[in-house]
């Protein structure tokens, strides 16, 4: 089944765990009563994408836009509920665990997090 | 189709605010600013009257909006000759400043929050951020060039205030409460001088509203409550914010009595040169001053030589000598004319250090009286001014009427808004500080 997964138009692999969070960022504070109240700021997402193991050619199509390039943010596509949905992401750091070289050098534990601009 | 806001929307547990910027750049479709593109935050400072010195009202400020832009690739740095504002971010330029909540999905109308003109812009084309620093319409008032006004008598304060802004060509709003007048009106120093000093002389503050036009505010006057904010829905923090040196212990207010004096040498000019066959004009300072009337020019020590053209303000004469000799002569003119000299009456407290005030447009006994009064209870008030961190409105104005009732503070005060200072990055918030409303009501 094909990835649904794209950076600034490129696909790339479907990950082995794909994680949506999802927050409300605010001003939250208590008034002079205690009561709570806030100003909601915005709605951000954060996406984690981790990858079992995946193939230096796989990893090099999400490293060339996400590393290689100097530009800070993307535009991250993905289905979510049968609905797709876009958002303008950077990114955090980027572990990867090397597994095999050979030919065909595959990597493990590779994980990053594409955060809401 | 959008519906106006009410104090209720800012009052929610939970609010959604934007704010726009609209930048007025010369030659081109005004910029609209938000959020959603370059806007990172913004802090404005509204003051009733200069909170420097300790007289509580009169003394003129004109309030401050800051503004911090996202700049990427040096859009807003001015010396960035890509920019395609370059060449146009430039002192005076004209920005409103707006508030609302976020459509969702009732779209509210924009509540303005005043209106400025750019005075410093600062951004490094490398640099990610611009700073503008912005000013009311008073700011460029007290620039101005001093007025020239003549004297006049039995004019009213707010016929005075009307005639100076309009001589500054600004339509200004001024209190139709302010019909006491002026025994003799005239202005002998620069703007922002002149107004804070009428400002006290007329018991008024002087500011710009939230639509950018000037306001004149009587103070002595009951107001409609404009809204009470509590522990359940504004306060953050209160604190008692004692403004004046405490050691006060009384006030003292001089009125000054203003009278048309007999004849007197106003000005003395000893061996005026003036070049063979020529005519030089000159503008001088009078020695006395104001001048209400030029009566008479006396010369000596030269032939022929005449002063002509003799044109005087209350504080100098512009005139011209005419030599028609063929040999330079030095002569001695003297200017003779009435000028105003005043008559001093102070109503004071028994007291060790008394809280003053002196001032020229202070005409009228009942003015110094009431005045004397508010300043008497001011010192002697033990919370004459109140400080309080809020979530804020931007639909308050300065000199609203607004009642604190807290619980946690213990507090039930009833104040008039004379500062407000807001921040907005994306949540909203304000300090305020309220002057007690009774000191100024029970006067009347």
């Known amino acids: 089944m094909q990835s649904q997964h794209k950076l600034d138009g490129n696909i790339f692999k479907r990950p082995s765990t794909f994680l949506i969070e999802r927050y409300k960022v605010t001003n939250l504070q208590r008034l002079a009563n205690a009561d709570m109240v806030g100003d909601l700021l915005a709605k951000k997402r954060k996406f984690s994408y981790k990858y079992d193991s995946i193939q230096a050619s796989e990893l090099n199509k999400i490293l060339d836009i996400i590393w290689e390039s100097n530009s800070l943010f993307y535009t991250l596509t993905y289905i979510e509920s049968n609905v797709e949905k876009t958002a303008i992401v950077y990114t955090g750091a980027i572990p990867s665990e090397l597994y095999r070289t050979g030919s065909n050098w595959v990597w493990k534990g590779v994980s990053f997090d594409l955060i809401e601009k | ?444």
């Open chain 2, 1 to 444: 189709m959008s519906i106006p806001t009410t104090d209720a929307e800012y009052n929610k547990a939970s609010r959604y605010l934007q704010q726009k910027v609209i930048i007025y750049f010369p030659g081109i479709t005004p910029v609209v600013v938000t959020r959603d593109d370059y806007l990172i935050s913004t802090g404005t400072l509204e003051e009733a009257h200069a909170t420097s010195g300790s007289i509580p009202f009169g003394k003129v400020s004109s309030n401050e909006l800051n503004i911090k832009l996202s700049s990427p690739n040096g859009l807003f740095a001015p010396s960035n000759k890509l920019s395609p504002y370059y060449s146009k971010m430039i002192r005076g330029v004209k920005i409103e400043l707006y508030t609302r909540p976020v459509p969702d999905p009732i779209e509210y109308d924009w509540d303005p929050m005043g209106v400025y003109y750019v005075t410093t812009w600062s951004a490094q084309v490398t640099g990610i951020t611009a700073d503008i620093t912005a000013n009311d319409k008073l700011y460029d008032v007290f620039k101005l060039s001093q007025i020239v006004y003549p004297i006049k008598r039995e004019i009213s304060y707010h016929d005075f205030y009307s005639e100076v802004f309009a001589a500054l060509g600004i339509t200004a709003e001024i209190d139709v409460l302010l019909t006491n007048k002026l025994r003799y009106a005239y202005i002998m120093q620069d703007n922002k001088a002149f107004l804070s000093e009428l400002g006290v002389g007329a018991l008024s503050d002087c500011y710009c509203k939230h639509n950018g036009n000037i306001v004149v505010n009587y103070l002595y006057k009951q107001r409609v409550l404009r809204a009470t904010i509590t522990d359940g829905d504004q306060i953050i923090d209160a604190t008692i914010n004692q403004t004046i040196d405490m050691s006060y212990d009384g006030s003292e207010v001089t009125c000054n009595l203003p009278q048309e004096s007999a004849e007197q040498n106003v000005l003395s000019v000893k061996n005026f040169s003036v070049s063979a066959s020529a005519t030089e004009t000159t503008t001088m300072l009078l020695s006395s001053t104001p001048l209400i009337r030029m009566s008479k020019v006396a010369t000596t020590g030269a032939p022929q030589v005449h002063v002509i053209n003799v044109n005087a303000t209350p504080s100098e004469v512009t005139f011209e000598v005419q030599n028609p000799n063929a040999s330079p002569y030095g002569i001695n003119i003297d200017f003779f004319g009435t000028i105003i000299n005043t008559y001093k009456v102070t109503y004071k407290d028994e007291g060790v250090k008394l809280l003053s005030i002196d001032n020229k447009y202070m005409q009228s006994f009942l003015y110094a009286s009431m005045a004397k009064d508010y300043l008497h209870k001011y010192v002697s008030s033990e919370l004459p001014v109140l400080s309080l961190n809020v979530r804020g409105n931007p639909k308050w104005e300065l000199g609203d009427k607004l009642r604190i009732v807290s619980e946690r503070y213990h507090l039930d005060f009833t104040g008039i808004l004379i500062s407000n200072k807001s921040t907005y990055d994306g949540s909203f918030s304000s300090a305020l500080k309220l002057i007690d409303a009774t000191l100024l009501e029970g006067v009347i």
